[in-house]
């Protein structure tokens, strides 16, 4: 239970620094790190598939599109990063507080109730849920891809033109 | 066969866009056009093989558990009925034939994800098309690529992003208690759970996401630079549907289907939609850009919806649904109205514009009876479901609630007939205005059809109430 809290903790941190830092660089390093953590919490909760799509999508592939799209963008001056930090200091202060007050408050509420997870060999097969039970949303996910094609086309493709 | 209003326009997108792309894309039209017909068609014959054998063929390989009741059935005519509407005002506006077949795309996608969302029963699969819907909108917005699109399109996408984080959270607390994810399995669960707390959690969660996705009050912030920002087909699209069907359905959905009212949750419903009457109107009248007045407009007329299902009764809820279909046609019109005087004055600013009404006469009588519906003046439409509303706000004793939302209709009248005197009733500019002549045939013939529908509910309310009011009424009554 214990180390279930200092995982949870960390994982509170990393996405205060995510959100807080200075550059948007560390920013998409804290957003990886994140989604590692959180792989360690799906782990914890017996969902390792769960935690493997996290690890490889989230942590992984998200992280080296964002990446990649800041190394294409101009570097800021020590100036503008140090303009930057203070900005973002004075837009989020309050967020450490914020989550310090819903931690207590959580904590006063003492919500008790009995988490029966599945066990793990009742689960249903991942093959089984994605293809035979909700075939409905994989559709929905790809026209969601789709409309996300589209995005793309419309917003960018006079850009390449000029 | 309920499954071709989401795999037809799927369908549909792939093979306008992908194979032999330059010639079907001078079909788009006539496709968005032919598939939301038809689905207008379909809702008048709710008796027809369509709503409940499956096609044999594609039930092979696509197997969903959908359903349509009455409620589902008006937002799929209302759907069909303002992309209709939103199609003909772009075929006119949009000039670029490449354009339009994006435009055409992305209504389609649209379609697909509002028709899913509103004939799916798992609440994880509406959070998906509601997810489809959204992703739509804001590639909409910012169509237009101007700096005041990208700002409302941005806006829309950050607000509506708080509201998907808070919707999943909800549905994961849902999971929690009820194990699944059906709507029926989660009623009997929510009957049978001592998790009260956990419960409540959820439909608090659920409840702040709908309200920032219906835009009311005070989660409203986005929708006037949404709404004002867009191209005009795309404002009438969102205020007429889009909204509709992500935060209005979907909250009076899980009402019905799933949680169920209570003395509290009614008591939230109800302020939440009183404040958004209230102050969506006084924020009307203070506006000078007429779409932003429209746009506020909206959360004061979205705010009666949300009175008629504070009311829990199926009068009440009668009323909401009568008025969300109404609210998608005159709201609609006014959008029409507006992108038509757009089009045509270049302005949007009512200040600068006067005396319309000689050089516009379709626009000007259109206006006028969207104007007259939307501030619910007999015998127009708007009237008989803000009666419904009032009269279950005072069947169910809340008196003082039926009495502001009367005071507020008023209002509504006040702001609206004082546009249209300024746009078309008085003498303007006669130099300024010489160059200026009724809008293209497009947006003529939308703004007949949804006056023609509004005055047409109006005058045959009395026929509509046995086949649409008496099946509403049944819808609450199992729960």
Known sequence: MNLHLVILIALIFAALWTVMTRSLIRSAIGLALTSAILTIVMFALNAPLAAVFELSVCAGLISVLFVSTISLTHPLSRQEILQHMKDRLTRFWYLPILVAVCAIILSALDIKFSLKLPAHETENDVRVVLWNLRQFDILGQIIVLLSGVFGVVILFREKNKK | MMHTLVLFPFFALIILNLPLRVIFRRLSFWVVFALSL????????????????????????????????????????SIGIVTLTALLVARQMITDSDRMALFCSLLLIAMAGMNGAVLVRDIFSLYVFLEITAVASYIMIAFDKNIF???????????????????????????LFSGSTEFYLINYAIRASAHTSLIVLSLGLFLCGFFIKAGLIPFHSWLPDAYSSAPAPVSIFLAGIVTKTTGVYTLIRIFISIFGFNGQSQRILLLAGIISVVIGAIAAITQKD??????????????????????????????????????????????????????QTGKTNMDEISGLGEKMPVTAVTSTLGALSCAGIPPLAGFWSKLLIILALWVGGLHVYAVVAILSSVLTLA?????????????????????????????????????????????????????????????????
């Not at chain 2, 038809?38 to 959908?66: D, E, K, M, S, Y």
């Not at chain 2, 990208?150 to 999971?175: D, N, P, Q, R």
């Not at chain 2, 009668?318 to 109205?337: E, P, Q, R, T, Y």
Request: some cysteine; charged content about 10%.
């Open chain 2, 38 to 77: 038809i689905q207008i068609f379909l809702v008048f014959f709710p008796q027809n093989a369509f709503w409940g054998t499956h096609f044999n063929f594609l039930n092979t390989f696509f197997r969903f558990n959908l359903s349509a009741d009455g409620l589902s059935m008006v937002m799929l005519l």
């Open chain 2, 149 to 175: 699109s990208f700002e409302g399109a941005f806006k829309y996408l950050v607000l509506s992003a708080v509201a998907t984080a808070m919707m999943i959270t909800a549905i994961a607390l849902v999971i």
């Open chain 2, 290 to 343: 007429f779409k932003r007045m429209l746009a506020y407009s909206s959360i004061s007329q979205v705010g009666y919806i949300i009175l008629g299902l504070g009311c829990a009764s199926s009068l009440g809820i009668a009323g909401a649904i009568l008025h969300i279909f109404n609210h998608s046609v005159f709201k609609s019109l006014l959008f029409v109205n507006s992108a038509a005087v757009e089009t």
């Open chain 2, 415 to 479: 702001y609206l007939l004082s546009i249209q005197r300024k746009l078309f009733f008085i003498k303007g500019n006669s130099e300024e205005n010489s160059q200026i002549k009724e809008a293209g045939f497009g947006i003529s013939l939308a703004s007949t059809l949804l006056a023609f529908i509004s005055l047409a509910t109006g005058v045959f309310f009395p026929f509509i109430i046995n086949s649409f009011i008496v099946p509403f009424g049944k819808i609450f009554g199992r729960f």
